[in-house]
T-cell receptor, first 110, second 116 residues
Framework: SQQGEEDPQALSIQEGENATMNCSYK?????LQWYRQNSGRGLVHLIL?????REKHSGRLRVTLDTSKKSSSLLITASRAADTASYFC??????????FGGGTRLMVKP | GAVVSQHPSRVICKSGTSVKIECRSL??????MFWYRQFPKQSLMLMAT?????????EQGVEKDKFLINHASLTLSTLTVTSAHPEDSSFYIC????????????FGQGTRLTVV
């Protein structure tokens, strides 16, 4: 079952703008992960942030984590048309089982 | 990073037939693999945990007799959709990871199943 909610469900921006996606979860975590999915494809791992971390960067991606609010955000700076995809946060369960948020469908217009 | 290969990527089958989907870890061994199902514009829902050498663990509401999982080796898990019906049409994705800790997961390319 889905553990979290993501908002917005859909986001449309112009190339060059920043995109922010938010994720909330219900139970405590050891880490939170963000994945990207191009239409009709598998998922690609973006960032894993541990519960004792507050922020993590990878290229144009910035992930924050607020465990007191049980929320995380993914920021994509200077977006490109190629960033068009669905983005999911995911919480680890037993082993590497993942429970996904609802996802945000991002459209970046050239 | 690690590679997980899923095959076929697309399959169309007639109602009542069975379809087998393979998930292989190409460069690591995986004692556990996971099968997810995804409907259009929705998130991934875990169907079952595939355990090498033992029975799969199914999520609530997933019929184990309909979705047969076999994990006979450390690099291969198969999902067979038996007696498929149009409502089984969906996107099926597997994942696996090296080791047992909570790390990033690696996903297959997914299988688009259409039952006609």
């Amino acid at each position: 079952s889905q553990q979290g909610e993501e908002d917005p469900q859909a986001l449309s921006i112009q190339e060059g703008e920043n995109a922010t996606m938010n994720c909330s979860y219900k139970t405590s975590i050891n880490n939170l992960q963000w994945y990207r999915q191009n239409s009709g494809r598998g998922l690609v791992h973006l960032i894993l942030i541990r519960s004792n971390e507050r922020e993590k960067h990878s290229g144009r991606l910035r992930v924050t984590l607020d465990t007191s609010k049980k929320s995380s955000s993914l920021l994509i700076t200077a977006s490109r048309a190629a960033d068009t995809a669905s983005y999911f946060c995911a919480k680890n369960g037993a082993g590497n089982m993942l429970t996904f948020g609802g996802g945000t469908r991002l459209m970046v217009k050239p | 990073g690690a590679v997980v290969s899923q095959h076929p990527s697309r399959v169309i089958c007639k109602s009542g037939t069975s379809v087998k989907i393979e998930c292989r870890s190409l460069d690591f061994q995986a004692t556990t693999m996971f099968w997810y199902r995804q409907f259009p514009k929705q998130s991934l829902m875990l169907m079952a945990t595939s355990n090498e050498g033992s029975k799969a663990t199914y999520e609530q509401g997933v019929e184990k007799d309909k979705f047969l999982i076999n994990h006979a080796s450390l690099t291969l898990s198969t999902l067979t959709v038996t007696s498929a019906h149009p409502e089984d049409s969906s996107f099926y994705i597997c994942s696996a990871a090296p080791g047992q800790g909570e790390t990033e997961a690696f996903f297959g390319q997914g299988t688009r199943l259409t039952v006609v």
